[in-house]
């Protein structure tokens, strides 16, 4: 047997999206209000204000960071509001929620700043079984910036993939 292999994903034009691609970054922080509550459970105004007065904002200077209480305690508006005016200091890369609400922000970045004109009339495959700190969000929105530009966009690989959009002709 003499022949050559012929990749046929590669001869048909089609352009692969792998969301897996995109950089996690390794300054991600987390900011646990519980901390700074009195017995983890409830806040009382003089001691939270002293905390954030003395915390050390500098660790976080171009981080990712994501603002949250862990405890069931009732956190006020104003308390966000006040870690807020001491972090943007620092960054502007914070969230109030979870670490899955830093990831759609980090995708969101990453999808922001993707030239999405060098997919003009080409299929797309957006590659499937990625890890899971990937947000379906970043889906939704990489599905709808792709719409004005792609032939057309499936979901998987290349044996199996799923048709999502396909620009009428």
């Not at 022949?3 to 987390?30: A, H, M, W, Y």
């Amino acid at each position: 047997m003499d022949e050559n292999i012929i990749n046929r994903v590669q001869k048909s034009g089609i352009i692969t999206i792998d969301l897996d691609d995109v950089n996690i970054p390794d300054n991600l922080f987390e900011i646990d209000i519980k901390n700074w509550l009195h017995d983890e459970l409830f806040l009382k105004e003089k001691e939270y204000r002293n905390n954030i007065l003395n915390h050390d904002w500098s660790k976080y200077k171009n981080g990712y960071v994501f603002i949250h209480c862990s405890s069931d305690a009732i956190i006020p508006t104003w308390a966000y509001m006040l870690i807020s005016s001491k972090i943007e200091e620092v960054t502007d890369k914070v969230v109030i929620g979870d670490l899955k609400k830093i990831y759609d922000l980090i995708f969101d970045e990453y999808l922001s700043d993707l030239d999405f004109t060098k997919f003009t009339n080409k299929s797309v495959i957006v590659k499937g079984c990625s890890r899971e700190t990937i947000p379906l969000s970043a889906y939704h929105t990489l599905t709808i910036k792709l719409k004005p530009f792609a032939k057309s966009i499936m979901y998987g690989e290349a044996c199996s993939a799923v048709p999502v959009f396909k620009k009428p002709k």
